[in-house]
């Protein structure tokens, strides 16, 4: 072993405190840190022939690199869909890297991180008033959710045909149906060789991004029984608006479709007794995607995708790995291996393990119902100001307003309220309308940083004004 490594490993104690401290010092900083780095610029280096060590490396790190990084995990970081991490899922991610497990079989490996990933499924649906009829796993993200659930209703329409997808290829007689799809789902199409052209697009409704469900018969009907993948949204990202599943669910019985549902950061109104009628019918959907990077506040590379456990068969065959027959009850001889797109694959399930722990279900509303508090703050202000006004209802937890003077520069207004540094939204457009969006998902957003918001957004008008002539 070479000298730097061989030290380090003496040493883990003292490197495990420093990065301690360090991040101590960053979460301490975290509410005045700026959520915009102006200068992004990096000096190139050369790897060297000898390392540096751990504990220099964090020094270099910190005197480099450390000031690019922006406070997306703070308070005032709207823009997206960007969720924190709370002091739980910190813990379990951190423990997640000292452990590295390749977490695949829930039985013959002698580890038990498998069996916590399925526990931490049921804990979830649980979290949702879900019934436990889902088989789950954790992936990187929503992308990677939707990419799985779409995969496996891929190969239910192949069997609608006659056709093993998974071992034949691709029939170009499956049809894709969505009324306002996030942009993952269009990539997923592409992934998954449907072709992201062949999307069949469901009217939405007046001034909505929810689907004309009226308008889904209409299609469903035209298709003289070729198979149909409805992928719905629980949860749009630009006005949080829910299709509604309920009466989707009706035509499903009629029409016999495959039913995903992308309910990324939506699926999290279920956690408020006020809001879970959004979600109303989505048990019975046949794969669900949520993320748990956004509202669970569980850090970066986190999400579940869950498919009716009816399906198990189905989802086997698409994410087959060995060429192992597939063996009965998939909870009596259960791989990850066999059911989602990775091979090996970290503990990623053991931060949500500890969130759920640590706060339970109240815990969850408790976050929830406080981001849509405080996205009714901002709605609130922006409903009386003289500036501002809304461009879309506040459904759920996103604010979308714009400037009423229609003339000025939309753009350039939003990138001086960003380089400011308090506070950072994304564009958006609206009814062809640019506009902007702020979505409140962090825990640690108060009503005190919905305050230092607005004093931005108001410093902001002012330093835009132009000059009177
Ligand atoms: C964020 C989001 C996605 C994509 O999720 P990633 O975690 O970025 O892969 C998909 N659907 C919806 C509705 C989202 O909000």
Redesign the pocket.
Known sequence: MKNALKQDLENIGEILENVKNHSLDFLHQLHDLPTYATDQQIVPAMLQTEGLGAEKCLEFFKETYQKLIVASTGPRFWG??TGGATPAAIAGDWLTATFDQNTQSTKGTGDVSAIIERETIRFLCQLFDLPEQFNGGFV???????FTGLAVGRQWAGSKLGIDISKSGMSSDIVVMSATP????IKSLSMLGFGSNNLLKIETLDSREAMDVADLEVKLIAQHGKPVIVSC?????NTVDFDDIAAIVRLKEKYDFWLHI?????GFAACSPEHKHLLKGWEHADSI?I?C??WMNVP?DS?VILVKNEHARLQVETFQNTNAPYLGDPSENFSYLNFLPENSRRFRALPAWFSLIAYGKSGFQSVVENSIARANELRAYIEQSESFELAAPVRLNVVGFRLKDLKADLGAFLTSLNEGGKVFMTPTTLQGKACIRAAFVNFRTTSEDVKIAIQALEETVIANESPVS
Not at 140 to 146: H, L
Not at 182 to 185: A, K, Q, R, T, Y
Request: proline share 0%; aromatic share 10%; charged share 10%.
């Open positions: 997206f869909v990187t993200g929503a992308t990677m959710s939707n996030h942009s993952s789902v949204s629980a949860g749009t990202v992308d309910a990324a950061f939506g995607t993320d990077h956004k970066y999400a």
